[in-house]
Structure formats: structure tokens, C-alpha cells
């Protein structure tokens, strides 16, 4: 199947429909059979409620929440008009009194599911007062079985290991980082998953400035595809990635029955050995 990772960048809409002609453009060029958009890349919506609103931490999470009706309903509508599954940008849900972070594949039928953040980094905690919302999911589709890993929780290798036993192929992680050293975080955490899951790990970021909006006012990361470097992928680990800030979508033609290779013939075999280190001691 043919993977597509957007380095995606934040921008000003006046009205809604600006907001859906820029997902249709992105959809239509990416010419993939998945589509995985970043962390908190719904937030520019918060643009349609004025720069007071948007500029406004609390207020702009009630903004952009509102709207999930709509980007719901477009969402689905592309990925049926292109018979593709998308992951689209994830943003706030309220389901209580604190929003989690939430993002939703979609599929040509409509909506498969949605996977909210496990582990809040200190500015969703401490600042923006975003929660987490334990529990991880698994999603079987017509491309293979998907897990998705939120930003920070890719650095969590336990999480990564709860997906890998249930079966899934791919782990996809969109992610939102203001700094080299934010983005090469989740870019180490997400190879580290490829590696010792033997699996397929996407990242697709948020790019360039933002300077009417607190929340993403920098943004910095390349999108990437990974792959275990175990002998039946390249040698890097690195199955295709982009350059540093630059928008735009990432491809590769993955072969996920290569998965189950891995995991059974690679030259390494850290997904068989995991148990191994359990219990560990010291001596």
C-alpha cells in the first residue's frame, strides 16, 4: 500500500470553506491509500472565531471543539470520494470538564475509530490543562491491523509494546513539537518502536510559524516513515522521510506482509526476545 506522511503547516482561514478547499487539495495530491495528518493540526480552525479567540488558550480549545460536526462530515467525505483511510489532525474533544487530545482514522466507509493521547507533556498539563485518556485501541482495516501513538506517547515504550502484542503492523504518530529537540524526541521514540516491534512507525508533524496562536507558534519536524532495521528494510531504519520544515507529504509503498517477516526471520528479533528482559534485576 502506498503511505503518505504530511509535514503539515498552520494556517489563517476566514471561512470554513477555505478550511475544507486545503484538506481537499491535500487529499487529492497525496495519492496514497493512507493519509496520516499531525497533532493538534485541526487547531488553525481556531482561526474562524477571530485572533481574540485564537490567540486565547482556553477559548480557542472550545472553538476548535465545536467544529467536530463538520470536520467529521468532510473528513469522511474525502475518504470516501478517494477510497483511501485518513488519520486526520488530531484537537480537543470534550467528553468532561477538561478536553483530551483526539485523533480519528476514517476510512471509505466513514468513521473506523478514534485514538486520544495517553501522557500529556508539561504544556498540555500545566498550561493548557489538556487530559489524558487511558486506553489504547486497535484498528482492523482493509490496509492491516493500526495502532496510533500521539506525540509523547511514542516515547513510552510500553505503549508501543501493548499495540505490537495486539497485532498491530503500524503504529502511526502524528506529533506537534515548538523545537528541534521536541521533534527529535518523537522522531527517536517512533524509531525506537520500529525497532523493537519490528513494525512500520509513521510520523507526520506540524511545520513553520504560527504567530496568531499561542498553542503552535512554532512548529518544527520533517514527516518520516520507519521501518526495523532488521535486514528486510533499509539499513537506516529510514523507509523515506523529508526535509527539515518543509511542507508537504512524504510517500513510500510499504509491503506490511514484510511485518510478520520481520518478526519471524529478522536478523534481530527484539519483538520474539521482549520477554526476555522481564523480570529484570539488579545482581
Not at 110 to 136: C, S, Y
Not at 141 to 147: A, D, N, Q, V
Not at 238 to 264: F, Q
Request: hydrophobic share 45%; net charge negative.
Amino acid at each position: 500500500m502506498k503511505i503518505a506522511a504530511a509535514a503539515y503547516p498552520i494556517d489563517w482561514f476566514d471561512s470554513f470553506d477555505a478550511y475544507a478547499a486545503k484538506l481537499a487539495r491535500w487529499v487529492s495530491d497525496a495519492d496514497a491509500d493512507l493519509l496520516v495528518f499531525p497533532e493538534y493540526g485541526a487547531m488553525e480552525l481556531a482561526s474562524l472565531s477571530g485572533r481574540a479567540v485564537a490567540g486565547d488558550l482556553e477559548a480557542s480549545l472550545h472553538a476548535v471543539a465545536a467544529l467536530d460536526p463538520q470536520v467529521r462530515a468532510l473528513h469522511a467525505d474525502l475518504a470516501a470520494r478517494h477510497g483511501c483511510h485518513i488519520l486526520g489532525a488530531s484537537g480537543p474533544a470534550f467528553d468532561g470538564a477538561r478536553p483530551v487530545n483526539r485523533a480519528v482514522l476514517y476510512g471509505p466507509d466513514g468513521v473506523i475509530g478514534h485514538q486520544d493521547k495517553q501522557i500529556m507533556t508539561r504544556f498540555e498539563r500545566e498550561e493548557w490543562h489538556v487530559t489524558g485518556a487511558p486506553g489504547l485501541r486497535i484498528f482492523d482495516t482493509t490496509l492491516g491491523r493500526i495502532g496510533i501513538l500521539i506525540c509523547y506517547d511514542s516515547e513510552f515504550p510500553l505503549l508501543g509494546r501493548v499495540l505490537a502484542q495486539a497485532g498491530a503492523q503500524l503504529l502511526l504518530v502524528p506529533s506537534c513539537t515548538d523545537t528541534v529537540a521536541g521533534f527529535s524526541r518523537v522522531r527517536i521514540g517512533a524509531m525506537a518502536r520500529a525497532l523493537e516491534s519490528q513494525c512500520v512507525v509513521v510520523q507526520a508533524p506540524t511545520v513553520g510559524p504560527c504567530d496568531w496562536m499561542p498553542a503552535l507558534d512554532e512548529n518544527r519536524g520533517r514527516a518520516a516513515i520507519y521501518g526495523p532495521p532488521d535486514g528486510f528494510w533499509p539499513e537506516t531504519g529510514i523507509i523515506a522521510e523529508g526535509e527539515m520544515d518543509a511542507p508537504g507529504w512524504v510517500r513510500a509503498t510499504v509491503d506490511l506482509s514484510r511485518v510478520d517477516v520481520s518478526r519471524r526471520d529478522g536478523a534481530v528479533l527484539p519483538f520474539a526476545h521482549w520477554p526476555e528482559q522481564e523480570p529484570c534485576r539488579l545482581i
